[in-house]
């Protein structure tokens, strides 16, 4: 079965910070995606990145990166100098064939909250 | 390009009126669903469909819970009877295969209070 896990509820961190997001997935598909969104207070789901199984390339948005290790199925989230407007609750998920392959596993997010 | 469109935005109901809410997706996208976000439950899937057609609709709750695509453009997702622990932000997404992407774009979302 697929499944996604994001251990940490909630984080707090005082602006500037770097934090990391946490997201360690379950899936036997070799071909499969992972996905971050944003949902800030104001409630919308916002799509982040995108990432398939066989680009295992890290990706650097500004002050977004993600690290992809399929070594240790994981699919972390991190933010450098971190932002007020930071704060939201970030969700991972995946897809792949065995439970329909564009039907999203979501976590079950993690709340960041960033301090001024 | 308009993203997903949902409405209403907001809709307050008395337990047992019938709720309609409504999802315009993306044009050009084939594939479009319906979430439930609670505190409890979290991101729940209800249904989706592929060409207008439901293809899994495990996660619809109870029968009280009906949805519909009737062509490309308009989705509509029912309630009848309404009840106070249905109330919950209710989010349309869309995937356009023609494109060739496999994201899914989130509409606004519907918060139904059912008091």
């Known amino acids: 079965a697929q499944k996604v896990t994001q251990a940490q509820t909630e984080i707090s961190v005082v602006e500037k910070e770097d934090v990391t997001l946490d997201c360690v997935y379950e899936?036997?598909?070799?071909?499969?995606?992972l996905f971050w969104y944003k949902q800030p207070p104001s409630g919308e789901l916002v799509f982040l990145i995108r990432r398939n199984s066989f680009d295992e390339q890290n990706e650097i948005s500004g002050r977004y990166s993600w690290n992809f290790q399929k070594s240790t199925s994981s699919f972390n989230f991190t933010i450098t100098a971190s932002q007020v407007v930071d704060s939201a609750v970030y969700f991972c998920?995946?897809?792949?064939?065995?439970?329909?392959?564009?039907?999203?596993?979501f976590g079950t997010g993690t709340r960041l909250k960033v301090l001024a | 390009d308009a993203g997903v469109i949902q409405s209403p935005r907001h809709e307050v109901t008395e337990m047992g009126q019938e709720v309609t809410l409504r999802c315009k997706p993306i044009s050009g996208h084939d594939y479009l669903f319906w979430y439930r976000q609670t505190m409890m439950r979290g991101l729940e899937l209800l249904i989706y469909f592929n060409n207008n057609v439901p293809i899994d609709d495990s996660g619809m709750p109870e029968d009280r819970f009906s949805a519909k695509m009737p062509n490309a453009s308009f989705s509509t997702l029912k309630i009848q009877p309404s009840e106070p622990r249905d109330s919950a932000v209710y989010f349309c997404a869309s995937i356009g295969r023609r494109g060739r992407t496999d994201t899914q774009y989130f509409g606004p979302g519907t918060r139904l209070t059912v008091l």
């Open positions: 899936t036997r598909d070799t071909t499969y995606y």
């Open positions: 998920a995946l897809s792949g064939p065995s439970s329909g392959t564009y039907k999203y596993i």
